[in-house]
């Protein structure tokens, strides 16, 4: 392996913790990322003609979209449904997902700032397949920071 080179990360569960406690733990990550709108300005330039310049406009981020197999911890469902009453001002939270390995060492630390699950989604359930009942969540946020 090259020098410098770090092995890509792998984790076995994820948590969300807020005021540092453990809310509920997931088994499945996806989404997160920014991106920034686009702005654009027509002018003349110095030459007469019509110049065209892009500028970043205002930031916005993807929600993180969590998925794990239904238990009795109802937390989350607490959380949501302060949404649900409206009441913001509880609701909306700083937080971390943070991601472990099978052994239970961190790997992944992201920090979460203004955060609110915005939405719950039901249970997936097949009788028949013998499979997990899932539930999903989905966490919109002002801000983040990968901080490990």
């Known amino acids: 392996m090259a020098e410098g080179t770090i092995d890509p990360l792998v ?3 994820f948590t969300i913790e807020t005021q540092g406690k453990v ?6 990550l996806e989404g997160g990322g920014s991106k920034n709108k686009t702005v654009t300005y ?12 892009l500028e970043p406009g205002p930031m916005e981020y993807t929600p993180y979209t969590l998925k794990r197999g239904v238990t009795n911890d109802l937390k ?28 239970g060492t961190e790997v992944l630390r992201i920090n979460l700032f203004r955060c609110w699950p915005a939405e719950t989604k039901g249970f997936q359930f097949d009788a028949q397949s013998g499979n997990t009942l899932l539930e999903e969540m989905q966490i919109v946020y002002e801000d983040c920071q990968r901080v490990k």
């Open 76 to 103: 989350i469902n607490e959380w949501r449904r302060m949404v649900e009453q409206g009441k913001m001002g509880e609701a909306r939270v700083n937080a971390s997902i943070v991601g472990y390995k099978q052994d």
């Open 23 to 28: 809310v509920g733990a997931f088994a499945k």
């Open 11 to 13: 984790a076995a569960y």
């Open 42 to 53: 027509y002018s003349t330039g110095a030459n007469g003609q019509p110049s065209l310049t």
